[in-house]
Structure formats: structure tokens, C-alpha cells
């Protein structure tokens, strides 16, 4: 079941801190209360909350800085990938931390987020945006560093059926890459489309929300699931809210 009521607490303790953009482990939060799966990701405060954190996930973990206001957290030294051991880990911790003051000396650090690290899968995109004349719209398309180089996308106005999204899924130039081309496994197309369809359905229903963004979400052979492994998501301004 869906948890709208941790959903809006998280909105609403944005809103009290004046941010209209959530962090990306809050918006993991926000997506797993709406059984959207992403990466397991827990928040560190020091050195010894990310050695347990990885314990918990199990090694090779991700460590990202947690910043609401570092956003762009591969500006700053501030994600590290692949990570093998307690060492490793807490040598990052450091280097994270290190590196946000001395770029960012007055910002808010919460410490740092230890994710799942998943190794293969296709990697792709799941946006919604705002439309001035139709509203929130729903993305697909490649993802990962390709996005931008490719534009290979589709689009469609949410909320969106099984069969829609199986369309916006076809109609990509690299929709050959989740089928198995050239001798490779398919991907599970099946997880793919629920998330879509999730995605969908929160655009509609959560009307705070004015912009998602899943790059990358990690496609797995068929029957082995996806998550997103970034997240961010953007809420519309009070005034907007009210209008409503």
C-alpha cells in the first residue's frame, strides 16, 4: 500500500525549511512510500553509521554527501562508487565531507547516504515535467550519460495504463538493447512498466509535486526487477500549491 501520509510529511518538512527541491534520499523516501523500488539507501551522520550501513546493504556499496543544498553532488567529490570495505568506506566519509566545506563552507551536510551498488542492467530514464497546456507529462527514454547525446525518448500524458507503457517502452530507438539484441538477455520489461505506471499515477495524485526526475533506473534481466539509483524530485512553489 501506498503511504500518503509519510509522503506529505516529507513534503512538509521541505516546505519548513523553504526548499521546493528534495534531496535525493528524500526523494527515495518519497518514492518507496509510493512502492516505487529504488536502491536501499540509509543516511550516515558519521563514519561509524555508514560502516554499519554497509554491513546492512552489504559490500560494494555507493556513498554520496547528503546536502539539501549540494545538489549537483559529482561537482564536489561528492559520490563514490564501488566501494569494497570499512576502510574504503570510511576513507570516503572523510573525503566527502572534506571536500563539501571546503567548496561549500556554510551549507547544511547531513552527512552522507550508503546506497546498493548494482553491477550491469540497462540503464534508463523516467521523468515527469510540467506542461503549461496539459500539465504533468510523462518521460522515457535511455539514460544514464546518453541522454542528452541520444534525445531517444517518448512521451505521454499520465495516468497511463500497462499497455501504454509498454508502448512508450517500443517506441524508443533503443528499445532492441531491453529486448535481448545481438545475443544478450531481456530485460524485465514487465518491472519497467509498473514503475511507469507508478510514476503516473503520482504525478496525478500528489499535486505538490512539479517535477521527477530517475536517472539512471536500472533495468535487471527479465524477472530480476528495476530501481532507481538517483532520484530528485522538485515541488511546486506555495502559490502554485494554493492556486490549485
Given amino acids: 500500500m501506498t503511504d500518503e501520509e509519510a509522503i506529505q510529511e516529507i513534503i512538509e ?26 536502491t536501499r539507501t540509509r543516511l550516515a551522520g558519521n563514519k561509524l553509521e555508514a560502516v554499519r550501513a554497509a554491513r546492512i546493504i552489504k559490500y560494494p556499496v555507493v556513498a554520496k554527501i547528503a546536502s539539501p543544498e549540494i545538489l549537483h553532488k559529482s561537482d564536489v567529490g561528492g559520490v ?16 566527502m565531507i572534506a571536500n563539501a566545506k571546503a567548496q561549500y563552507p556554510d551549507a547544511e551536510t547531513w552527512g552522507v547516504t550508503v546506497q546498493e551498488f548494482i553491477p550491469g542492467g540497462r540503464e534508463v530514464i523516467i521523468g515527469v515535467s510540467q ?26 500524458l499520465p495516468p497511463i495504463s500497462d499497455e501504454e507503457a509498454r ?7 533503443g528499445y532492441p538493447t531491453l529486448t535481448g539484441a545481438r ?7 514487465d518491472a519497467l512498466s ?33 530501481k532507481a539509483a538517483d532520484a530528485r524530485i522538485i515541488l511546486k512553489e506555495p502559490k502554485e500549491d494554493n492556486e490549485e
Avoid at 508502448?167 to 530507438?173: G, L, N, R, T
Avoid at 545475443?183 to 520489461?189: K, M, V, W
Avoid at 514503475?195 to 535487471?220: G, R, T, Y
Wanted: charged share 30%; net charge negative; proline share 4%.
Fill in 13 to 38: 518538512s521541505a516546505r519548513e525549511d523553504e526548499r521546493t527541491e528534495l534531496t535525493e534520499y528524500e526523494s527515495k523516501q518519497l518514492l518507496s512510500a509510493w512502492e516505487i523500488p529504488t
Fill in 80 to 95: 563514490k562508487v564501488g566501494l569494497a570495505s570499512e576502510i574504503e568506506v570510511r576513507h570516503a566519509f572523510d573525503d
Fill in 131 to 156: 506542461d503549461p497546456s496539459f500539465g504533468p507529462t510523462l518521460m522515457f527514454g535511455i539514460g544514464g550519460i546518453w541522454v542528452e547525446v541520444l534525445e531517444d525518448v517518448s512521451f505521454r
Fill in 167 to 173: 508502448k512508450m517502452i517500443q517506441e524508443i530507438k
Fill in 183 to 189: 545475443g544478450g538477455s531481456p530485460a524485465d520489461i
Fill in 194 to 226: 509498473e514503475i511507469l505506471q507508478k510514476i503516473s499515477q503520482l504525478a496525478m495524485e500528489i499535486d505538490q509535486i512539479s517535477e521527477i526526475d530517475l536517472n539512471p533506473v536500472f533495468v535487471l534481466d527479465e524477472g530480476e526487477g528495476a
